[in-house]
């Protein structure tokens, strides 16, 4: 499964737009990005999953480039409660028995 | 709203007793997962299921077991609980999106603290 690195921790300040990028140099043919977001004391939430180019729900966007070896997470106008753990995973779509979470990225929002 | 449910949410029990922490999912997912999270810490894998008698150990060694007799149901159990076993154990299942591969729609968790 391709090893994926993400920064530590991020500020921002309520309002803004948060762009958190996942690297992933040896991402495979067949992998997929997901990236899941984590509350304290919760379980992680699924919040967008793509394979290329640019996906966008109503929650965040996902960019991916040409080459795949990255991809950023963008949350448009953030608030106080988008304050949580952002987990970006790669794996392939036929295996989901490995997935490795990382420590993620821990995004704090102050008013 | 959750469609996997994870009882008890809040456990606090002696050294030595045996404890089971239920897990259940309304979606007819075969695929099933149970992790464990220190606090700011990672989640790690400990158990996984494909199906119905189906049961694989994760990458973190764990000396829990789990069992899958329903569909529904993914239960873990510790048959004599210690202080390391204090943790958050987070229960999944995952099915296939529509963006092309397998989602993971986690419970809330299940905290357990040994004295």
């Known amino acids: 499964l391709a090893k994926t690195t993400q920064p530590i921790s991020m500020d921002s300040y309520e309002g803004q737009e948060v762009n958190i990028t996942c690297s992933h140099n040896?991402?495979?043919?067949?992998?997929?990005i997901t990236w899941y977001q984590q509350f304290p004391s919760q379980g992680p939430r699924f919040i967008i999953q793509g394979y290329k180019t640019k996906v966008t729900n109503e929650v965040a966007s996902l960019f991916i480039p040409a080459d795949r070896k990255s991809s950023t997470l963008s949350l448009p106008r953030v608030s106080l409660s988008d304050t949580a753990v952002y987990y970006c995973l790669v794996a392939p779509s036929y295996n989901t028995d490995k997935l490795i979470f990382g420590t993620g990225t821990r995004l704090q929002v102050f008013p | 709203e959750a469609d996997i449910y994870q009882t008890p949410r809040y456990l606090v029990i002696g050294t030595g007793k045996k404890i089971t922490l239920e897990c259940s999912q309304t979606m007819g997912h075969d695929k099933m997962y149970w992790y464990q999270q220190d606090p700011g810490m990672e989640l790690h894998l400990i158990h996984y299921?494909?199906?119905?008698?189906?049961?694989e150990k994760g990458d973190l060694s764990s000396e829990s077991t789990v069992s899958r007799i329903r569909t529904e149901h993914f239960p873990l159990t510790l048959e004599s609980a210690r202080p390391s076993h204090t943790s958050q154990y987070l229960c999944a299942s995952s099915e296939l999106a529509d963006s092309g591969a397998n989602v993971l729609t986690f419970g809330a968790g299940s905290r357990l603290t040994v004295l």
């Open positions: 040896n991402i495979a043919t067949n992998d997929y």
């Open positions: 299921s494909y199906g119905v008698n189906s049961t």
